[in-house]
T-cell receptor, first 118, second 111 residues
């Protein structure tokens, strides 16, 4: 399977704990996005990477959230001191960038990690 | 901040009827994308519109981008049960990378 993969698929944690999610994009894609989606809403932009550089981060993101893409391949999203309001589906997407020609901006989404904070 | 509004929130149609969802941005967009999300699934890219006034067709689906690049629409002709799902528009600002999704229109198709 050469699609975007995310791990874990589900995570249940207690309030105050830290959690980390991983995203493996399509191998030749240099753009990577993180989103959060709650029931009945569209994906909410969290952050964007081009290769290893984090070029944009939502102002909605508090200091408890951090993302990395150290080698320009996989990415991790960490949430510290989780709160019940963090419960959501966390989606990762990748796109080819300029090397993808006319498809440069097409975002391929992974299956998501569903976080439940008790 | 930038907002992308989408209407209607829900649409129930009889199979064979047409369906349209509308998207409006509070700011001028560089381009707009449309995605479909089936229940329990993840968003799947449908199309990207870049030019002012652009119209693109994919079989029964017709996508339009407004002249001012602030609004867009998706029209489905003669809906089928396989069209069921939530349709999202997503706008990207000029010079930016942030993709702002609308809240989506959930389509129900009755056979």
């Amino acid at each position: 399977d050469t699609g975007v993969s995310q791990d874990p698929r589900h995570k249940i944690t207690k309030r105050g704990q830290n959690v980390t999610f991983r995203c493996d994009p399509i191998s030749e894609h240099n753009r990577l996005y993180w989103y959060r989606q709650t029931l009945g809403q569209g994906p909410e932009f969290l952050t964007y990477f081009q290769n290893e550089a984090q070029l944009e981060k939502s102002r909605l993101l508090s200091d408890r959230f951090s993302a990395e893409r150290p080698k320009g391949s996989f990415s991790t999203l960490e949430i510290q001191r989780t709160e019940q309001g963090d419960s959501a589906m966390y989606l990762c997407a990748s796109s080819p960038g300029l090397a993808g020609g006319s498809s440069y901006n097409e975002q391929f989404f992974g299956p998501g990690t569903r976080l439940t904070v008790l | 901040g930038q907002q992308v509004m989408q209407i209607p929130q829900y649409q129930h149609v009889q199979e064979g009827e047409d369906f349209t969802t509308y998207c409006n941005s509070s700011t001028t967009l560089s381009n707009i994308q449309w995605y479909k999300q089936r229940p329990g699934g993840h968003p799947v890219f449908l199309i990207q519109l870049v030019k002012s006034g652009e119209v693109k067709k994919q079989k029964r689906l017709t996508f339009q981008f407004g002249e001012a690049k602030k609004n867009s629409s998706l029209h489905i002709t003669a809906t089928q049960t396989t069209d069921v799902g939530t349709y999202f528009c997503a706008g990207i600002n000029t010079g930016g990378f942030k993709t702002i999704f609308g809240a989506g229109t959930r389509l129900f198709v009755k056979a």
